[in-house]
């Protein structure tokens, strides 16, 4: 605040001074290939869709953007095997009651681009900004989290559309995994909202009341045999269509409502972290309580790099996106 007058979560601007109360957010990785050569023949001529004319390998990108925020830490990672990073994350946080205090709400968004559409990195940018743009402004007006996660998910799946171009054949599509806190009375209500296969988990730290857990469900093909209870969850992983999504925001998801599942949250009083992050790490560590033991040591910016750097250890076969944060959340001034 500007003039040092208390507010309350649900105000937008001072009641003293009338100035706007402060929302703080961060998008990565910065969209755009920088490589000035083709990695594979070395020219340096790229067509409009970022292919070298040469020998039509595709242009390279920063390997890693790494952001703290706050009490956020969030990281992306192109992985080992990817010419370039096809997911996007976001986050964002709304000024607490005290100057440099615990953030009144935090949102994050993680979006992983169907690669086997056109661009899906820009299907992925532009729906994590919306996504994380949308909850941070229904937030802070004192809307109700899961109805601001709804509409979270419908203004990421306009963005996602809009990036579309009549002369794409496979319109940009990309998933929408996303996690909104808000602190009151010792404990974090955990909102989530999912549209694909990354994930959100609680990850408890030694004396948590709440297990570690994962709170989104997935959808994918894997998920589809398991609720269907025609496999568990290593037969149903084991399958070679288990990755397969099943849901997915772009031109062409359709207009199916959202499952009841999409939706839903969680309350803990810690200790903890939550963990958003794409199945660029999760394909190695699916497990919650394995996740913990690597998450809960350290701060958050030292968790996300552990995380992401086991799963290039694992392979890195896939873009690998993480946001951390320890819960009860950290005052913004410390992190």
């Known amino acids: 605040m500007q003039c040092g007058t208390p507010a309350h979560t649900s105000d937008r601007f001072c009641e003293n001074c009338g100035a706007e109360l402060a929302v703080h957010q961060v998008l990565v990785p910065q969209l ?36 703290e925020l706050g009490p956020i830490a969030l990281i992306t990672d192109r992985g080992l095997v990817h010419p370039r990073n096809e997911d996007s994350g976001a986050a964002g946080f709304l000024d607490g009651d005290g100057e440099g205090g615990p953030p009144a709400a935090i949102a994050i968004v993680v979006c992983d681009g169907v690669s086997t559409t056109d661009n899906p990195q ?32 419908a203004a990421a799946g306009e963005a996602a559309t809009a990036v579309a171009t009549p002369d794409q054949e496979h319109a940009p599509s990309c ?6 806190l808000a602190t009151r009375g010792g404990r974090t209500d955990v909102t989530v909202g999912n549209v694909g296969d990354s994930r959100v988990y609680w990850l408890a730290a030694e004396g948590a009341a709440e297990p570690s857990q994962q709170l989104t469900v997935d959808d994918s093909w ?12 290593k037969a149903a992983m084991a399958d070679p269509r288990a990755h397969m999504i099943t849901r997915w925001l772009g031109a062409d998801a359709g207009a199916e409502p959202l499952p009841s599942f999409a939706v839903k949250s969680f309350s803990t009083s810690g200790p903890g ?15 919650a309580a394995d996740l913990a033991t690597i998450a809960t040591v350290g ?10 750097e086991f799963a290039l250890a694992s392979g890195g076969r896939d873009n690998i996106t993480v946001a951390v944060v320890p819960i009860p959340p950290k005052d913004t001034e410390a992190a």
């Open 32 to 67: 755009g290939p920088v490589s000035a050569s083709c990695a594979e023949c070395g020219g340096e001529s790229f067509d409009s869709d970022d292919y070298c004319v040469v020998c039509g390998h595709l242009r390279g990108a920063t390997d890693r953007d790494e952001r």
């Open 122 to 153: 820009a299907a992925s940018g532009a729906a994590a900004r919306a996504g994380v743009e949308t909850l941070l402004s229904w937030l802070s007006d004192g809307r109700d989290a899961e109805e601001a996660m709804v509409a979270a998910i």
């Open 175 to 180: 998933t929408f995994t996303a996690a909104a």
């Open 222 to 233: 894997a998920q589809e045999l398991i609720t269907a209870g025609v496999a568990d969850e």
């Open 273 to 287: 972290v939550v963990l958003v992050c794409s199945d660029g790490l999760w394909n190695y560590l699916p497990n």
């Open 299 to 308: 701060d958050a910016n030292t968790a996300a790099r552990t995380l992401v």
